[in-house]
Every structure is written in C-alpha cells, then in structure tokens.
C-alpha cells in the first residue's frame, strides 16, 4: 500500500513542473526575455533616426565624366556620418537644375536598396549615372547644379554640375540618368 502514495506523489510533482515549464511569462507564452529582447530592438529602432543632411558630410567625385554626347558618365558620392547613428533606406533623392528647368533623376530600376544603419564615422556611397546629351537637342537639360536630399529628411545641399548636359529620354524633363542605392561603403 506504501507504492500507491509515492506514486500519486510522484505524478503531483512531475504536473507542478511541467505548469512552470513556461518561463514565468504571461499567457501569450512569451516569456521575460521575450518581452526585455523584442523592447531591446525597438529602441534600437527607434534611436537609428533617418541621417539628415546637417550631420553627414555629402562629397562629390571623383567623377568618370561623358567625354561626347552619347556616353556615359558616373558621379560618385560619399555619405560620413558625423553624427549619432542614422539609417539610410531607399535612394537619396537627386533633382538636376539648369536655369530655367529641372528635372529628378530616378532610382535604378535593377536595384534592390537595402536600409544601413551609419554609426558615428561610418560612411556610405550612391552614383549617379547619366547619358551626355547635346546642348543644341532640346531633349537634353543643361544641368548647372544637382539638389541632393536624403530619404526621410527634408534639408538639401547642391553641387555644381560641370559633367556637360544630359540627355533627355523623351524630353529634358526625363534624364537619361538614375542613381544608385545607397551602399555601405567598400561593399
């Protein structure tokens, strides 16, 4: 008779355990940990605020520029980040001005942007590529300066544009240009 006592005891201890097997979560299952990692990367989210013009630095060149209308020329850009950690997603956002028009220069269309996260010295880069056009076609924009904004942001910085026109795919409004993602720089 002293087997059956043990026994009950036994089954008691095992069901005990087994109800506290859950790791002292709440209902949904999700335990502390759960909950202190899921806060964790939110506010590591939220602390990687979009890079603004103002605490970057934003360089030009060295450029491969078009010798002769018909070609191709690229523009390099580097992004420093002088700041606190910002990300950077998508495609900066590049208009092309000459003195009376302008025109924005897509995305590359084959491009798979990825979002970077720049801490502080860390850099990043983004080309832009155009077609030299014909200052006598008036398919092409005689570019004097390029606007550059970063996603998510609203201040701009320009440059000169001293790479000669750019050829207009329908029209000076649509530049046979586009720009790359941004890329971490060295990838």
């Known amino acids: 008779m ?3 006592p043990i026994a009950v005891t036994a089954l008691v201890a095992a069901l005990t355990l087994t ?3 859950d790791g002292g979560g709440d209902s949904s299952g999700s335990s502390d940990s759960d909950t202190k990692a899921t806060a964790s990367a939110t506010d590591a989210a939220a602390a990687a605020t979009a890079c603004e013009i103002g605490q970057v ?7 491969s ?3 002769a209308a018909g070609d191709t020329g690229i523009v390099p850009f580097t992004i420093t980040n002088s700041g606190d950690q910002c990300t950077l997603e998508g495609f900066p956002v590049i208009g092309l001005n000459a ?3 302008s025109a924005t220069v897509a995305g590359d269309e084959a491009a798979q942007p990825e979002k970077l996260t720049l801490a502080k010295d860390d850099t990043a880069t983004f080309t832009i590529t155009y077609v030299r056009g014909d200052a006598a076609d008036t398919k092409s924009l005689d570019a004097k300066t390029v606007k ?3 996603p998510g942001a609203t201040a701009t910085k320009d440059f000169p544009w001293s790479y000669g026109p750019v050829a207009g795919k329908t029209g000076a409004s649509d530049p046979d240009a586009s720009v790359s993602p941004f890329q971490h720089a060295g990838d």
């Open 148 to 150: 550059i904004s970063l």
């Open 57 to 63: 630095g934003l360089e030009a060149g060295p450029a």
């Open 65 to 67: 520029e078009a010798p």
């Open 2 to 4: 002293r087997a059956i």
């Open 99 to 101: 003195d009376e028009a």
């Open 19 to 21: 109800a506290c097997s």
